[in-house]
């Protein structure tokens, strides 16, 4: 028997406690030298084609791509570094997975006044992150994360709660601003919605083992 599943039968099952199985790590880290990185690619930004057709656009509203994918990565190394290195950490402080990981993805993205991005997954990855690089939480709409209700093989019935807990939230918000990158697996639901003021650049990308 595991020390998982031992735990689970002396601390559980013994003593009448609840137990949350399976948390979903989320991490958020302040990007070192976010300033001097944002100049950067500001600069980068003002050299790129805006791009409103996107892939994406069919899940997202009011969001052109600078350049094209990867491109900023390829052009700016010293920025994949820095995030590659916070994405190391976040695999050393959750999952401790014995694998090298790279940025296989990554899009550069302008939201206007109104944008969303409907609630959606990436089936592609392993990591999902999203590193705000122009962001103000009282002007932008921030990131959140939904439950998945839908099942192929069991019903999903939606009752009336008394109050909220982290085992009924329907949506759950992670505190982030300017500069920071926040790291999420790829599988979760995520989006967001009426961002209310234009100018709102984030670089979103996927990551998976090499």
Same mark, same amino acid.
């Given at each position: 028997m595991s020390e998982l599943s031992q735990s689970l039968e002396k601390e559980v099952l013994h003593k009448n406690q609840i137990y949350g199985c399976f948390p979903t790590p989320i991490s958020t880290y302040e990007v070192p030298e976010h300033k001097q990185l944002k100049q950067e690619i500001l600069q980068w930004m003002s050299k790129q084609d805006?791009?409103?057709?996107?892939?994406?656009?069919? @899940?997202?509203?009011n969001v052109v791509e600078i350049g094209k994918s990867n491109e900023l990565l390829n052009d700016c190394p010293n920025v994949k570094q820095t995030l590659l290195n916070l994405i190391n950490t976040h695999n050393d402080n959750t999952n401790c997975y014995s694998v090298r990981y790279d940025i296989v993805e990554s899009y550069l993205e302008l939201a206007s006044e109104q944008a969303i991005y409907a609630p959606h997954e990436h089936a592609n990855a392993f990591?999902?992150?999203?590193?705000? @690089?122009?962001?103000?939480?009282? @002007?932008?709409?921030?990131?959140? %994360?939904?439950?998945?209700? %839908?099942?192929?093989?069991?019903?999903? /019935?939606? @009752?009336?709660?008394?109050?909220?807990?982290?085992?009924?939230?329907?949506?759950?918000?992670?505190?982030?601003?300017?500069?920071? /990158?926040?790291?999420?697996?790829?599988n979760i639901t995520h989006g967001y919605e009426s961002n209310p003021q234009g100018e709102r650049i984030t670089l979103s990308m996927n990551i998976a083992p090499v």
């Amino acid at each position: 028997m595991s020390e998982l599943s031992q735990s689970l039968e002396k601390e559980v099952l013994h003593k009448n406690q609840i137990y949350g199985c399976f948390p979903t790590p989320i991490s958020t880290y302040e990007v070192p030298e976010h300033k001097q990185l944002k100049q950067e690619i500001l600069q980068w930004m003002s050299k790129q084609d805006i791009n409103p057709d996107h892939q994406r656009k069919m @899940i997202s509203h009011n969001v052109v791509e600078i350049g094209k994918s990867n491109e900023l990565l390829n052009d700016c190394p010293n920025v994949k570094q820095t995030l590659l290195n916070l994405i190391n950490t976040h695999n050393d402080n959750t999952n401790c997975y014995s694998v090298r990981y790279d940025i296989v993805e990554s899009y550069l993205e302008l939201a206007s006044e109104q944008a969303i991005y409907a609630p959606h997954e990436h089936a592609n990855a392993f990591y999902s992150a999203t590193y705000f @690089i122009n962001f103000d939480s009282k @002007i932008h709409s921030s990131l959140k %994360f939904r439950r998945h209700i %839908f099942s192929t093989f069991y019903p999903s /019935l939606q @009752i009336p709660i008394s109050k909220q807990t982290p085992y009924n939230m329907p949506e759950v918000h992670v505190p982030h601003s300017e500069g920071d /990158l926040l790291i999420y697996p790829s599988n979760i639901t995520h989006g967001y919605e009426s961002n209310p003021q234009g100018e709102r650049i984030t670089l979103s990308m996927n990551i998976a083992p090499v």
